[in-house]
DNA sequence: TTGAAAGCGTTACCAT
DNA sequence: ATGGTAACGCTTTCAA
């Protein structure tokens, strides 16, 4: 393998000079300069990463954490955030929690020496594993659910669920079920509370008489949520529509009107939130959020406090928008319920 | 930070012994093994990664390296990979290739110090990149399409796409379509031309009349694949029935179907191929295909050509199979067409 | 079984 | 502007 010596005799100065012209911003003669680069280029010199680490403090990692990859919004800012971070020179090591215990703190422990710093992707922390990436004293992101007083980049899930609600009560609908409950436990995971809870508040806001018995607990698949919401869409008195915490969930809301043979919107509307690749080829009706900007902006603000910069904006919040599509529609004048 | 030299001294041993006890296997004195992981613990000691790495020349890493990251695909695999890894005491160093050039051996040298090894899905390195990945030395295991000479796990894609066709022929249907072709660029990619010269393939075994212009080009995407398909579907003269080289463009035909009004599959039946979390949901006849087995695969393979064992098996197939749901019938008797 | 010490390849400080 | 040279924290060979 050739090292910093190689290329230091072959261009006839020392390692020093050598360092500096590639890395280091130093002033370095521009003739040097040239004799080092031309000497590097004709060795095919690549300095070691591991060496630079040791020396300097600093592996040029980041530790993208996230508690599934299986689900759109996840797969999606992942590939803008390792964009974002090749840009500025940072490689993108990925944590995945699924199937994690309680506590990953341990986890934490094991990669927190290769890593300049973390992205924590909607992760919800044990007050022991806080603790822990407290004492780790690395710069910290988040994005989605607040991760204790560091910078936080997010979209606003309430409003995203309160608009989604007024969206489906302007249309004359007053009988309203919601898929995605909390109920199922979610280690790491904490926006369906979030949601669920906006979504009750906006049926009180809205005058509406609470139906508890349809807001159903669902694992955040379409799958699972098509299997969960079967029982109240079958039952004599069932809502007219229903929301979905997220577009995976309303297209399983809709393979179960489906099979039980509703249509869509005539006998049930129904709606997401995320806006989904697939939502507009579906027609779904949604709440558009911007995933790639979330991406950006958390790499953005990361970037700047690894490099010692204290944030200018510690919150950045990403807006949210109504895309009605065709799984809505006015409530029919004659509703057989 | 602590270091090894402090948990010797608490220890009242040498830092060689701390190394040994804490990771070589070699035989230490039971007694002696105990006061080292107690003062290891009482100091809350982590080794550093990155000085293990420059020390013994093994870095713990894994480079995976994608072509994208937003397909189901994908996304599925990697949360297997990276677990499986984690497993093994490896971590997952994510490359996507999404947005680069053509030429991506810059990137690959940049990582490659990084790495004890790498996992390559589905990834078409041109031939530069491959004799650059030849001359890195590093044990490399494919997904998908071939690589080099280096070992490789992956479905028949021929077979898949031969018995899709099969089940369509087998219902009755004579003329049949196909959405994936790879006139659209797909750098870093091949899958799309293997299954659509299978697709030519089988129906030529099948006696079928070919119709090239019934073959139709389109990003991998369901949004993609609505648009270019809906063209083919208005025309007077349509197929009966639609494959599609993946199920994400499935449900794109899904969508078209159902905004030009054509009756799934009283109209047109509709198959992709890979067993998307949403085809169950939606009623989509598919070809599974396992990628849990795939990734799990992949790693196995990867971890112990890292040990330095000569791969027992270099080619590993998993098998697939079709699923028949509700989106395929039998040709009507009465045809439009 | 244990310890001493020579690397591993860079960076960065201190001279010059 | 450049060079010499301690670190950086650990592994591993060689002796004991």
């Known amino acids: 393998m050739t090292t910093i010596a190689d290329v230091a005799a072959l ?38 990463p591991t060496a630079m680490s040791l020396a300097s403090g600093r592996t040029n990692v980041v530790a993208v954490v996230a508690p599934l990859m299986s689900r759109w919004f996840f797969a999606t800012i992942v590939v803008t955030i390792e964009q974002e971070l090749r840009k500025q020179g940072y490689h993108a090591l990925l944590i995945i929690l699924e199937g994690e215990g309680e506590d990953s703190g341990m986890r934490m ?35 989605g659910m607040p991760l204790g007083r560091w910078p936080r980049v997010h979209i606003d899930d309430a409003a995203a669920v ?49 139906h508890p018995e349809w807001a159903i607990a669902s694992e955040w698949t379409a799958d699972a949520a098509a299997r969960r919401v079967e029982q109240i869409l079958r039952a004599e008195h069932r809502p007219t529509a229903i929301l979905a915490a997220s577009d995976e969930m309303a297209v399983g809301v809709i393979g179960a009107a489906r099979w039980i043979g509703l249509e869509i919107p005539d006998d049930v509307s129904v709606m997401g939130i995320d806006d989904h690749t697939f ?59």
Chains 1, 2 share one sequence.
């Open 11 to 48: 261009a006839g100065v020392s390692v020093a000079t050598v360092s500096r012209t590639l890395h280091g911003s130093a002033r370095v003669d521009p003739r040097t300069r040239e004799k080092v680069r031309a000497a590097a280029a004709a060795l095919n010199y690549v300095a070691s």
């Open 109 to 143: 422990e094991m990669f927190a020496k290769r890593v300049d710093g973390i992205l924590s992707l909607n992760v919800r922390p044990s007050p022991a594993e806080l603790a822990m990436l407290e004492r780790l004293r690395l710069p910290i992101v988040a994005v």
């Open 162 to 210: 309160r608009s989604a609600v007024e969206h489906l009560v302007s249309l004359g609908h007053r009988d309203i079920g919601y898929v995605g409950t909390s109920d199922i436990s979610y280690a790491h995971m904490s926006t369906p509370s979030v949601r669920v809870e906006a979504f009750h508040a906006a049926i009180d806001e809205s005058g509406l008489t609470p």
């Open 279 to 337: 939502a507009a080829v579906l027609g779904l009706t949604t709440i558009h959020q911007d995933v790639r900007a979330q991406g950006r902006a958390a790499v953005a603000l990361l970037v700047s406090a690894m490099r010692g910069e204290t944030p200018t904006t510690p919150d950045v919040e990403i807006p949210t928008y109504l895309i009605a599509r065709e799984t809505t529609a006015p409530l029919a004048p004659t509703d057989a319920t």
